[in-house]
């Protein structure tokens, strides 16, 4: 039986809403009239608990706003739980679609940026950078300013940077959310090749196909808290369901 390798117990994780001035009076008020002492704050997970064996790709669902991309930054130890348990048996990598996302620079400037950041040296970029763009489809574009990518285009180096890496655990925040259908599909037979030589995959995605079809198991959030966990089938219908597309 495979070892459990990620274990999250009551997982609890708050940020201010004054973080943000809803006005200039807000502002004002907050910083030369008043302070009440009581600052608040919402959960943005709430109750976490579940855990993960080695091998598995578990998809996490729910709607934007649900705690996702929270969960992914949890587990990632890139932010702290305010309560509750996290003990990690391997080492995770989190790749987001953003890392070192320059738009001033070309797009083969973001190659060397967004791999130098992930870990390469530079020996190893300059020998994988042309399969890079070929894999990207960009040759044409690599380099021009990113700024005038379109979004598909954005989509495909993003996912290519993001993708570069030999991982132990993956950690994905919806790479494969946007991009021309084409892409889409030789993008998901790159995850499942990347998978595979990984210890498993905690992905974040609004794609019910990948839930569905590739994941061994679903977590679906909604409003911070795990509705359901486990048959990826199970979890869908539950969602779609919520949302009143069954």
């Not at 704050?41 to 929270?70: M, P, Q, R």
Request: net charge positive; hydrophobic share 40%.
């Amino acid at each position: 039986m495979s070892e459990d390798i990620i274990m999250l117990n009551n997982v609890g994780v708050k940020f201010s809403t004054s973080a943000t001035a809803r006005s200039i009076a807000d502002l004002w008020n907050s910083l030369f009239i008043r302070n009440t002492g009581k600052e608040k704050f919402f959960w943005a997970l709430k109750n976490v608990s579940f855990t993960v064996k080695k091998g598995e790709i578990v998809s996490v669902i729910g709607k934007n706003g649900a705690g996702k991309s929270t969960l992914l930054r949890v587990v990632g130890q890139i932010l702290q739980p305010d309560e509750g348990s996290i003990e990690i048996k391997t080492k995770c990598n989190l790749l987001s679609s953003g890392i070192g996302q320059k738009p001033l620079l070309s797009g083969k400037e973001n190659i060397y940026l967004g791999c130098l950041l992930l870990g390469h040296s530079m020996k190893e970029i300059k020998e994988n950078f042309e399969s890079m763009v070929e894999f990207a489809e960009l040759k044409e574009h690599i380099n021009r300013p990113i700024r005038y990518y379109s979004s598909g285009m954005l989509s495909r180096l993003l996912f290519t940077i993001a993708t570069s890496i030999k991982p132990n655990f993956l950690l994905l925040d919806e790479l494969l959310s946007a991009g021309d259908i084409g892409f889409v599909d030789k993008a998901n037979k790159r995850m499942q090749e990347i998978i595979k030589k990984s210890d498993g995959c905690l992905i974040a995605t609004h794609d019910m196909n990948f839930a569905r079809n590739i994941s061994t198991r679903s977590l679906y959030l909604k409003d911070g808290q795990v509705r359901f966990f486990g048959n990826p089938n199970e979890a869908v219908d539950m969602y779609e369901k919520d949302l009143g597309l069954k």
